[in-house]
T-cell receptor, first 116, second 109 residues
Framework: GAVVSQHPSWVICKSGTSVKIECRSL??????MFWYRQFPKQSLMLMAT?????????EQGVEKDKFLINHASLTLSTLTVTSAHPEDSSFYIC????????????FGPGTRLTVT | GQNIDQPTEMTATEGAIVQINCTYQ??????LFWYQQHAGEAPTFLSY????GLEEKGRFSSFLSRSKGYSYLLLKELQMKDSASYLC??????????FGGGTRVLVKP
């Protein structure tokens, strides 16, 4: 149980275009989903917290107009990287937490974004 | 602010024991997690400590001392597949995870 999927697993896009990444909790309902970014050989940095039916809460330094987050249901959150630039190339990982239960987060497999 | 420190890298021999330390200073504390992450993959859950003491789970054990802001992850009977990064993360204010920089463990034959 507690499986989180992400799609796509990797994507290459041209500078200036937008990319959407989906995060789904497959076998549980998640009130809260989190989006992280990880650069090579670095740890995970929280970008935003996404709550179902409400606006996402962004961490300091993360541009909300560039990284659009939508959490339309208890099993789906999306991250759209708008007007992508090469410096946005990174490993994007989502996680989800049960509606009720422990604070443990279950991580998706990640999406490797490369902007050329 | 939040500050979580762990060593950058450790090397150990197959069959041996390695202890990865983690110290933290956070505003709020709702538990400490250890995750394993292989290169290019997402983190996988290893352990969760919210009370002081030792939690044992097979070859992996995790210890917490809240008064000292200290935790360690103990890996016993090391196997080659244990070569990975180990991430210490604190569930702090706002129920958000703050991660340490990760410790890369290299297991040698």
């Amino acid at each position: 149980g507690a499986v989180v999927s992400q799609h796509p697993s990797w994507v290459i896009c041209k500078s200036g275009t937008s990319v959407k990444i989906e995060c789904r909790s497959l076998d549980f309902q998640a009130t809260t989903m989190f989006w992280y970014r990880q650069f090579p050989k670095q740890s995970l940095m929280l970008m935003a917290t996404s709550n179902e039916g409400s606006k996402a809460t962004y961490e300091q330094g993360v541009e909300k107009d560039k990284f659009l987050i939508n959490h339309a249901s208890l099993t789906l959150s999306t991250l759209t990287v708008t007007s992508a630039h090469p410096e946005d190339s990174s490993f994007y990982i989502c996680s989800a937490r049960f509606v009720s239960g422990p604070y443990e987060q279950y991580f998706g497999p990640g999406t490797r974004l490369t902007v050329t | 602010g939040q500050n979580i420190d762990q060593p950058t890298e450790m090397t150990a021999t197959e069959g041996a024991i390695v202890q990865i330390n983690c110290t933290y200073q956070t505003s709020g504390f709702n538990g400490l997690f250890w995750y394993q992450q292989h290169a290019g993959e997402a983190p996988t859950f290893l352990s969760y400590n919210v009370l002081d003491g030792l939690e044992e789970k097979g070859r992996f054990s995790s210890f917490l001392s809240r008064s000292k802001g200290y935790s360690y992850l103990l890996l016993k009977e090391l196997q080659m597949k244990d070569s990975a990064s180990y991430l210490c993360a604190v569930n702090a204010a706002g129920n958000k995870l703050t991660f340490g920089g990760g410790t890369r463990v290299l297991v040698k034959p």
